[in-house]
């Protein structure tokens, strides 16, 4: 709404008012401060007036009372020394020639009266009016039964015990009070006994109905010593009440003076000195406030109008001259601080743009929820993730739950009920909506933080709302995708697995017959030719071996045991096993074993057979003259707990070019390609050999110089076990002669059952042969056997569930015969399975003769501990 010109500036306004407070409140602050200050001098005038009044009142009924009791003491004493009639003389003369007294009284010693004038008195008890044991002269106030107005009677004691009783005439104590009480405007005088009867008072109203004061605060103030004033409001009125105590009695003179009364020509002086003033001060203020509004309130009018609409413009208008300098500093100020908001403005404006760009972009949206106000308010963007127009809807908590998914509802109020409950700081949840223009169904995520006042409640909750219906889509065709490349990938190992059993079963029926074959021949050129045959067939079979690893490799299935063994029984049979090829090829292999190596460690001997192997078999395949060195050192280790290793394998061969190095251990790579290649290999040795110096906590390097040769270095962590010496001899003594007699060989594939029994046979053993599982339990069930060879898939019945059986026999002899799997089954997992199923040991098709009798001899004597 744009404000008129006549309108008046709001702050024009609060100033006109505040300078018209700043003019008039001295006024009135004046005026009241006069008004109160003579009002009280007038009052503490009349207190000191009053107090100076009842000590005179008081001094003139002393004298009154002193003198009326000095007349009866004197008749008294003339009781004792002179005749009755003398004394009854004295009595009529006294009361005649003495205006305060009403009338005297002889009263004997039984208080009976015995002369009195003038006559008349009658009705006094004067026992109970003068009691022996109170020495009091002065009785309460009593009616006269002679005139029948108040008195107090007044006595002297006489030597015989009679009393002088004097009737005191108050009338003339009236009398004078009336005159002071008429000299005094606007005070009354009193006069009271000492209990708060009154004696004497102007309104004899009050006298005749015996009215007590004696309740009043300042009468019970009251003391000889001085007069005592106070202000009270009684009757509508504020009065100023001082009371004196005369000196010989109790009786006590109050002057009770009504301010307003007796000021009332005060105050008319006072209020027309009051007028004058606010004439006066109305004058100024009117002279003062023309000239302000000439000098001040007009500029500043001006002033405010040219800066509102500098406010409200976006550029600033051209400054007008300022009345005078200040404002004009002000107006420079002012100018510049509009200029600095409408900058931060712009800026706000630019960033608030950049903010709505980035929720659309982002399909986020913010919204804010006042839970005192109950008012839900979105962002541009979460109309739009909501389908919503902001012309047509007012956003609110029940219009947000009629957009979630119906089966998402119940959730996404429970979570955020949740979190208000449980103290939470913030809220996050994924849920469906349905779009409210198109019925589209989106996800989106939703967070908040809670703000809560200092009781702890939730007051209110800021949050985003995000579309995330792509990435879920994302997220479904990933999962999609990995769930077939995970069944790819078990098609991969089924298909591996199942390729090495069928592949690994005939060559173990090859090499079988060719070991056996090798056992029968004579001829020299026969046993090369079974020679060859062999080595192709273990060719073969490492081959088989390194693909099943690389699978591994590939599928991170690759582990590392953890076992006790001999590391120097490790390292001198696996160099052992390259010395025929050192005779056959003319190069030299040389070891150098550094004497601080220890004896026993834990870890994977095979898997560091493995690496050496194809280590030291790549140096003699590359190296036709000179020598191959293999060298092992220990290392400084970190903990008690760890050994480190360092190894070295040495050649004098061809060397690698510098540009193949870059190559060395990538899979199916060899440095030599195409059909002119002179050495054999599938490229795999070096790749696999690389991964297991990884998993055994180490890492291979190469060095190499084309024709001068080649390094391979790699250092292995093992853990520490320390044995002696005596342990060690025991130890290898317990594999010694420990060769069984009668085998129980569970065997389906004849060929394979043929050649392992016949081999067997001719070291000297008894071979029985099970054709399946059901065989094999049947068979040792009925017979003695030191050792069972166990297939694993077999018709009729498994090795594995055959093994069960035998193992869950009641006959612990039965139960506990060794029982080793021979299979074709050699992926990753299937040994640690078997021996899990109770078998003792695990040996992989094809099966070499040397080793399966080593491992049935390890066998046996584990047991026999």
Known sequence: MKRSAEAPVPAVSLLRGTLAVWLLAPCIIVVFALGLALLTEGVNKAKDTNEHLAVALCRYLDIFVSDAHSNLASLARLEGSSETDHILAAIRQTQESLTRFQRILLVDAKGVVRFTHPPGFVGVDFPVLFPPDLNSTM??????????????LMRAQTASGKMIVGELNLDALLEHLQHFSMDLHGTVVAVADGFGNLIAHPDMALVRQQTNIGDWRIFKEASEARAFSALAFRDGSFMSDTVAQLPGNKWKVILSTNIWQAMSDTLKIVTTIEVLLVAYFLILFLSVGRTLNQRIIRPIVEFSKSMTGLATSQQPDPPSPAPFQELGIIEREFRQAISAILESQARLRTSQAILEQAQSIGRMGSWRLDLVEDRLTWSDEAYRIFGASQVEVEPSYELFMALVHPNDRAAVDRAYASSIEKNKDRYEIEHRIVRRDDGEIRFVIERCVHERDAEGKVIRSVGMVQDITERKRNEEELLLAKEQAEAASRAKSEFLANMSHEIRTPLNGILGMLQLLETSVQDKEDLQFCALAIQS????????????????????????????????????????????VAVQTGVTLTRHLDPGLPVWVVGDSIRLQQVLTNLIANSFKFTQRGHVHVEAYALPSRSNDTLRVFFAI????????????????????????????????????????????????????????????????????????????????????????????????????????????????????SVTVAHNGQEAVEMHEANDFDIILMDVSMPVMDGIEACQRIRGSENSHKRDIPIIALTAYAMAGDKEKFLAAGMSGYLAKPVNMKILMQMMSETLAEQRR
Do not use: W
């Open 650 to 765: 040495e050649d004098t061969g061809c060397g690698i070019a510098d540009e193949d190095l870059g190559n060395l251990f990538k899979p199916f790579t060899q440095v030599s390609q195409g059909y002119t290649r002179n050495h054999q290999g599938a490229g795999l040795g070096l790749t696999i050999s690389k991964h297991l110096v990884g998993l055994m906590g180490g890492n291979m390097v190469v060095e190499s110089e084309e024709g001068v040769g080649t390094t391979f270095a790699f250092c292995v962590t093992f853990g520490n076990e320390a044995q002696s010496h005596d342990d060690e001899v025991a130890s290898e003594s317990r594999t010694v002669s420990l060769v069984p007699r009668r085998i129980l060989l569970a065997e389906d594939d004849e060929t394979t059952a043929f050649s392992i029994s016949r081999l067997l046979e001719k070291s000297g053993l």
């Open 139 to 152: 009785s309460r106030p009593l009616y006269s039964s002679d005139t029948g107005s108040l008195t107090v």
């Open 537 to 580: 067939t273990n060719r073969l079979t490492r081959l088989l071996s390194d693909i099943l690893d690389l699978s591994r490799v590939e599928a991170s299935m690759m582990t590392i045991r953890s076992e006790r063994f001999n590391l120097h029984s490790v390292l001198t049979q696996t160099i052992d096993l390259f010395a025929p």
